[in-house]
């Protein structure tokens, strides 16, 4: 499942993963504001990676996360791709566990996440 | 003497001195003592009133400092072998031992709580630095946990522009060139929503406000210049 507007986001990414909403960290922020919802989300998935290192390429919670992440950016919405790229790569960016995430994204999707972790972003121009 | 006296006229009387004075500080009675008898920790110059010299006073702020931190540090569970805990909660057990040994040597008043004062000014001037470098200085202030986290999303370690999102949303706006493929601008708004939400909180601290307010001004200013 995976939203076709920006506003449906939170729902079905609460929806796709009933774990988060059972954490401490849905809410922690806000539960009604897309963007820091999705940051919660972010720190929800580090703190699960870090508790399974060694079973996150097969880990389930894990699969469904890049097949989430993949059918936002390709929704063809700007406002979806936007909150993948600046809403939930730009933290997980900052930590080089996210790497681990990168062979189960799709190449497009994956090499986005890969530039946020190697820092390469601020040179880029306008398309 | 004055309590069998009685009479606070009469103990000023006598002792030329009120007498909640004389109660809350009975060895001005002794005209013959120097520096309250403590000369080593006090001085006296005007032969009226004991000082106590800054450095002894930021000593004995540090040694009330050590007894809350050993206090609190006898009354903290064990931490565990490292194996079950996360990145995030070491990062907490971190931040509160700088803030308990901060404490311990002085330079914060422990009547102020972990997090010293901050001022709109000395916001203002550490938002316009850059990453990590600003959401840790912030987040020595910032006590309410949502702020945190919108702290915590807005400045990033990977960033090289100064001011975080605002920063991004200013650069683009001024260049046209985009930051990490994307301008920033829904970002910003939704981080002002959940800043302002916060800033509603009828409980919020000092601290929080001036935070907070100042990453609002920080925002709304980087917004204005997007056309």
């Known amino acids: ?127 | 003497m004055f309590l069998a006296i009685g009479n606070k006229d009469q103990v000023k009387q006598i002792t030329g001195n009120d007498q909640q004075i004389v109660l809350s500080d009975p060895q001005q009675l002794n005209s013959y003592s120097y520096s309250e008898n403590n000369p080593i920790i006090k001085s006296d110059p005007s032969g009226n009133i004991s000082l106590v010299p800054p450095q002894v006073q930021v000593l004995q702020k540090a040694l009330t400092g050590m007894q809350q931190w050993f206090s609190t540090f006898s009354n903290r569970p064990a931490i565990s072998n490292g194996t079950n805990q996360t990145k995030e909660a070491l990062q907490i057990n971190q931040k509160e031992n700088d803030q308990m040994m901060s404490l311990a040597m002085g330079f914060i008043a422990p009547d102020e709580g972990m997090a010293s004062s901050i001022t709109p000014e000395a916001v203002e001037k550490i938002i316009q630095g850059t990453g990590a470098e600003v959401r840790n200085n912030l987040m020595k202030y910032a006590q309410n946990e949502k702020l945190g986290n919108i702290i915590k999303n807005l400045f990033q370690d990977t960033d090289r522009l100064s001011g975080g999102t605002a920063g991004a949303i200013e650069h683009t706006a001024n260049t046209g060139e985009m930051v990490g493929d994307s301008n920033h601008i829904i970002k910003g708004r939704e981080s002002l929503n959940g800043l302002n939400k916060v800033l509603n909180n009828p409980a919020i601290s000092q601290n929080d406000y001036h935070v907070a307010n100042g990453l609002v001004n920080q925002i709304i200013n980087a917004l204005k210049k997007v056309k």
């Open chain 1, 1 to 127: 499942m995976a939203p076709k507007e920006l506003q449906d986001a939170t729902k079905d990414l609460v929806e796709s993963f009933p774990e988060f909403k059972k954490s401490e960290f849905y809410g922690a922020t806000d539960s009604e504001i897309t963007y820091l919802v999705f940051g919660d989300f972010d720190r929800f998935l580090l703190d699960y990676m870090m508790k399974n290192l060694d079973s996150i390429s097969s880990d389930d919670l894990i699969k469904r996360f890049c097949s989430f992440v993949n059918k936002l950016y390709d929704s063809g919405n700007n406002n979806l791709r936007e909150l993948v790229l600046v809403g939930m790569f730009e933290y997980l960016g900052q930590y080089q566990i996210s790497r681990k995430l990168i062979p189960c994204l799709s190449k497009d999707v994956g090499g986005k996440l890969g530039k946020f972790i190697d820092g390469e972003w601020s040179d880029d121009k306008k398309d």
